[in-house]
């Protein structure tokens, strides 16, 4: 079973995955019944939805998601915690472990206030119940913090040392702190929890609070609870630009950091990613609120294929690959080497390039009417890569600028195909050849 290859397996905080893809603390998890149907589809492990004395409600509805160029882009939550008693949750716990793959990871989730002795609980009442690991939530962005709870705590350091240090006197599994991004600088955060006996970290849970839209015709925010709102948790693709700098910042920070990176992750791309920048395992929410227990299928073989491609025999092997190459701005090279080069024979003339180009780049580029090809003139081209990442078909290249100016001479030259072979050409490279490859 490919879900568990032994490349795949990885360790966090002593305690084995069969692989990296956990599901984080959110509706996917939010009772006994889906849990184990996630774990039997292959999923690693699994955060229930966090334990709190007494349990929460939510308002109807509680979930919106923004769409840009007809894909999901942004998601926004206003629900809470667990809203099942810590008692429904003794019983579950041990139904999850006796029905789940024996190599299935649980955590418990759990939340108490600013004073340490309302973390033990709902801590010994997992741990009893038979849990993995415990997650500590002291990052929730919304409802929590008004009851001085979720990232009220996680936002000072002195409160998480406080609670972390109390719960690791009573906890007999690893304990992982889940941290809020809605700080300045997260490092003092993360060391305060470190030194205090935190054995890993979950980074990170939802941003903001943000309002994700407003409906100018009812004159509402969204989303809408019978006219009014409150500012949310915000997730998916748009964060996690964020949330791989914030993974960065603590694999730097902490010796022998280990981290559950959350925040973005729609594919195996996107998991590797956090990988590389130090997370050891991955949590996925918002893409399984968007698209089901079923994206594991994509999560485990793209990793598989990626990982045998580059010849990685281990998930460690690509921890933190790339955090040595990540450094201060002003250590970068400020050479001003390269140019940009249009490939005549895969660009199809759609213009998405010209106008930025002419309004925020250098004004290189400009459309050759009689060969219906955009063209980049190097002599104009600052370099600044904006052209490169606005086309569709990868065309635009940067080179260097004696090369992009052979390659500019040389293609005025010769003769283009037409445009609409090469439309053909963009299609079956696109579709003809992807589902070639999905079919093989």
Same mark, same amino acid.
């Given at each position: 079973?490919?879900?568990?290859?032994?490349?795949?397996?990885?360790?966090?905080?002593?305690?084995?995955?069969?692989?990296?893809?956990?599901?984080?603390?959110?509706?996917?998890?939010?009772?006994?019944?889906?849990?184990?149907?996630?774990?039997?589809?292959?999923?690693?492990?699994?955060?229930?939805?966090?334990?709190?004395?007494?349990?929460?409600?939510?308002?109807?509805?509680?979930?919106?998601?923004?769409?840009?160029?007809?894909?999901?882009?942004?998601? +926004?939550?206003?629900?809470?915690?667990?809203?099942?008693?810590?008692?429904?949750?003794?019983?579950?716990?041990?139904?999850?472990?006796?029905?789940?793959?024996?190599?299935?990871?649980?955590?418990?989730?759990?939340?108490?206030?600013?004073?340490?002795?309302?973390?033990?609980?709902?801590?010994?009442?997992?741990?009893?119940?038979?849990?993995?690991?415990?997650?500590?939530?002291?990052?929730?962005?919304?409802?929590?913090?008004?009851?001085?709870?979720?990232?009220?705590?996680?936002?000072?350091?002195?409160?998480?040392?406080?609670?972390?240090?109390?719960?690791?006197?009573?906890?007999?599994?690893?304990?992982?702190?889940?941290?809020?991004?809605?700080?300045?600088?997260?490092?003092?955060?993360?060391?305060?929890?470190?030194?205090?006996?935190?054995?890993?970290?979950?980074?990170?849970?939802?941003?903001?609070?943000?309002?994700?839209?407003?409906?100018?015709?009812?004159?509402?925010?969204?989303?809408?609870?019978?006219?009014?709102?409150?500012?949310?948790?915000?997730?998916?693709?748009?964060?996690?630009?964020?949330?791989?700098?914030?993974?960065?910042?603590?694999?730097?920070?902490?010796?022998?950091?280990?981290?559950?990176?959350?925040?973005?992750?729609?594919?195996?791309?996107?998991?590797?990613?956090?990988?590389?920048?130090?997370?050891?395992?991955?949590?996925?929410?918002?893409?399984?609120?968007?698209?089901?227990?079923?994206?594991?299928?994509?999560?485990?073989?793209?990793?598989?294929?990626?990982?045998?491609?580059?010849?990685?025999?281990?998930?460690?092997?690509?921890?933190?690959?790339?955090?040595?190459?990540?450094?201060?701005?002003?250590?970068?090279?400020?050479?001003?080497?390269?140019?940009?080069?249009?490939?005549?024979?895969?660009?199809?003339?759609?213009?998405?390039?010209?106008?930025?180009?002419?309004?925020?780049?250098?004004?290189?580029?400009?459309?050759?009417?009689?060969?219906?090809?955009?063209?980049?003139?190097?002599?104009?081209?600052?370099?600044?890569?904006?052209?490169?990442?606005?086309?569709?078909?990868?065309?635009?290249?940067?080179?260097?600028? +004696?090369?992009?100016?052979?390659?500019?001479?040389?293609?005025?030259?010769?003769?283009?195909?037409?445009?609409?072979?090469?439309?053909?050409?963009?299609? +079956?490279?696109?579709?003809?050849?992807?589902?070639?490859?999905?079919?093989?």
């Amino acid at each position: 079973m490919r879900h568990r290859s032994p490349e795949l397996a990885i360790t966090v905080a002593g305690v084995e995955f069969p692989n990296p893809f956990v599901l984080g603390s959110a509706p996917p998890t939010r009772d006994a019944e889906r849990i184990i149907r996630a774990a039997r589809m292959g999923w690693g492990g699994a955060v229930h939805k966090t334990v709190v004395i007494p349990p929460t409600k939510d308002p109807t509805p509680h979930i919106i998601l923004k769409r840009l160029n007809g894909y999901p882009f942004v998601n +926004e939550n206003i629900e809470l915690l667990t809203t099942y008693p810590v008692d429904q949750w003794e019983k579950w716990v041990p139904e999850i472990k006796s029905k789940a793959p024996s190599d299935f990871v649980l955590i418990s989730s759990i939340m108490g206030t600013p004073e340490p002795e309302t973390w033990v609980e709902p801590l010994q009442r997992m741990q009893d119940a038979g849990t993995d690991f415990i997650e500590l939530n002291v990052s929730c962005p919304h409802g929590s913090p008004e009851k001085y709870m979720g990232a009220y705590i996680g936002q000072d350091a002195g409160l998480v040392a406080r609670i972390v240090s109390h719960i690791k006197k009573y906890a007999r599994v690893p304990v992982s702190v889940k941290l809020t991004p809605i700080v300045t600088d997260i490092k003092p955060i993360a060391r305060s929890a470190h030194q205090s006996g935190a054995d890993a970290f979950t980074i990170a849970n939802t941003h903001g609070p943000g309002i994700i839209g407003i409906d100018i015709y009812k004159e509402e925010p969204l989303p809408s609870v019978k006219g009014y709102s409150t500012p949310g948790g915000i997730s998916g693709p748009a964060i996690k630009p964020f949330v791989l700098r914030l993974i960065h910042d603590v694999y730097t920070t902490v010796p022998n950091a280990q981290i559950f990176g959350l925040g973005g992750v729609l594919s195996w791309y996107d998991a590797v990613e956090h990988i590389m920048v130090g997370a050891r395992g991955v949590q996925v929410v918002t893409g399984v609120l968007w698209y089901g227990y079923g994206i594991i299928d994509n999560l485990v073989n793209g990793l598989l294929n990626f990982m045998r491609e580059k010849r990685f025999s281990s998930i460690e092997e690509m921890v933190g690959r790339v955090t040595s190459k990540i450094i201060a701005h002003s250590s970068l090279d400020f050479e001003e080497w390269g140019a940009t080069f249009v490939d005549p024979e895969k660009c199809i003339a759609c213009g998405k390039c010209l106008d930025p180009c002419r309004d925020a780049g250098g004004g290189a580029l400009y459309y050759d009417a009689e060969a219906k090809v955009v063209r980049s003139n190097p002599k104009d081209c600052i370099g600044c890569g904006l052209c490169i990442n606005l086309c569709p078909t990868g065309a635009i290249r940067l080179v260097k600028k +004696e090369e992009a100016e052979r390659l500019y001479n040389e293609s005025l030259a010769k003769p283009v195909p037409s445009l609409s072979s090469r439309l053909h050409r963009v299609f +079956e490279r696109e579709f003809v050849d992807a589902m070639t490859r999905y079919i093989r």
